[in-house]
């Protein structure tokens, strides 16, 4: 798994609320956003940052109650995201995290969103979504493209 | 306040854990530590990850009671740091968030470690710290520098 970040994705109570925030607010723009439902704002150097609701976060990861896991940060809400060439490299990759003492959530599965992605948890229990996204590209200079 | 994150700092129960997870796990390089306090992982375009310890970043940040906040993320053991070029323009910066309906958290102040840092949550409580360090700086291929 190279050291990779591609989203950071923080779960909040209300998605039209933080837009203000970050983009009527601070003046971000949004890469990608759905109304009501999702925001994606170019943060980086091929870094995005997804505004999401809390409760579809929590329903699309899963929040199992993890065995030897005390004080796990698995209920914080926020997902980072590696992103990845191919679904194979996406099962490769959660099978390396867990070999090297992570956790699997939830095991890689094609997404409606057209890709395929999983989830484990790092050994606080922050969560880390391994996704191959076709529609996702990272340009020469940083920019994220949403096609 | 330019869309950019320097830091994803993840406050963990066990530095030295967290450690063998990133570094010896997944091989990922440190690109600053002090041994059982702190490590900061190279994790993109100017981009770090740090793994700092719970209890330490509690204390930093503070964790205030914020009225009309419920359902908080202050809480969630995680800080978005945005680095900046002067001490004047963190204040700034802080101001400008504060302005857009963001919520001040600790004003800003110089720093044991050498530099100037305030934090603001945004509306669902996530902490982001305003930072200028003079000690790290981001090369022109992305590469952070501590001096």
């Given at each position: 798994m190279e050291p990779r970040i591609s989203i950071i994705t923080l779960g909040v109570k209300d998605v039209d609320a933080a837009r203000r925030f970050y983009v009527e607010g601070l003046g971000w723009k949004a890469a990608l956003e759905v109304e009501g439902e999702?925001?994606?704002i170019q943060a980086g150097?091929?870094?995005?940052?997804?505004?999401?609701?809390?409760?579809?976060?929590?329903?699309?990861?899963?929040?199992?109650?993890?065995?030897?896991?005390?004080?796990?940060?698995?209920?914080?809400?926020m997902t980072l995201s590696h992103n990845v060439e191919s679904a194979a490299a996406v099962d490769a990759v959660i099978a390396e995290a867990v070999a090297a003492g992570g956790v699997l959530v939830r095991p890689a599965a094609e997404q409606s969103w057209g890709g395929y992605a999983g989830y484990f948890a790092d050994p606080d229990g922050f969560?880390?979504?391994?996704?191959?996204?076709?529609?996702?590209?990272?340009?020469?200079?940083?920019?994220?493209r949403f096609s």
């Open positions: 999702v925001v994606f150097h091929g870094l995005l940052l997804g505004l999401w609701s809390r409760e579809r976060m929590v329903d699309d990861a899963g929040l199992p109650d993890l065995a030897g896991m005390p004080g796990s940060a698995l209920h914080a809400p969560r880390w979504e391994i996704a191959w996204n076709p529609s996702l590209t990272v340009q020469e200079d940083g920019t994220v």
